[in-house]
């Protein structure tokens, strides 16, 4: 079942670099808040249909905490700035940035079990696996002036 769902993540990794690729024309075309906003709004719609036709039960927002729905406020924040820095970073260099502040930013989450996650230690092969994407990062940048 692991490998099934890494497969399924990276499948899914694999769509943000499509959305990437997408969007930074689309920004140039329309402008960055209002491909953003085309995002979400067919994501929106997408999603609320889904739900409707998944009959799961709607939800009591009242008893949710408030910290939990941040990220409705960090995911139009993540997508206008891939909409405007793809165009000039390029989508694999974007991608290699956006994974090397996810990982970066997950490894201090994991490490000190912030969010109610089971804390994961941080071992050398965590350690190696982010000094590696931090050196794909630098090799990014400088191998893309030409």
């Given at each position: 079942m692991k490998l099934l769902w890494t497969l399924l993540?990276?499948?899914?990794?694999?769509?943000?670099?499509?959305?990437?690729?997408l969007l930074g024309p689309l920004g140039d075309q329309v402008g960055y808040l209002w491909a953003t906003f085309s995002i979400f709004g067919v994501g929106s719609a997408i999603l609320w249909l889904a739900r409707l036709f998944s009959g799961q039960p709607r939800p009591d927002w009242g008893s949710i905490p408030s910290w939990q729905l941040i990220g409705g406020l960090l995911g139009p924040i993540y997508v206008v700035v891939l909409t405007m820095a793809t165009p000039t970073l390029g989508v694999a260099m974007t991608m290699i940035a956006v994974l090397a502040g996810q990982i970066g930013q997950s490894v201090l989450i994991d490490s000190n079990g912030w969010f109610g996650t089971t804390k994961q230690p941080l071992n050398r092969y965590r350690l190696l696996g982010l000094v590696l994407l931090i050196f794909a990062l630098v090799c990014g940048y400088h191998g893309g002036q030409a």
């Open positions: 993540v990276i499948t899914a990794g694999m769509g943000l670099s499509f959305e990437a690729g």
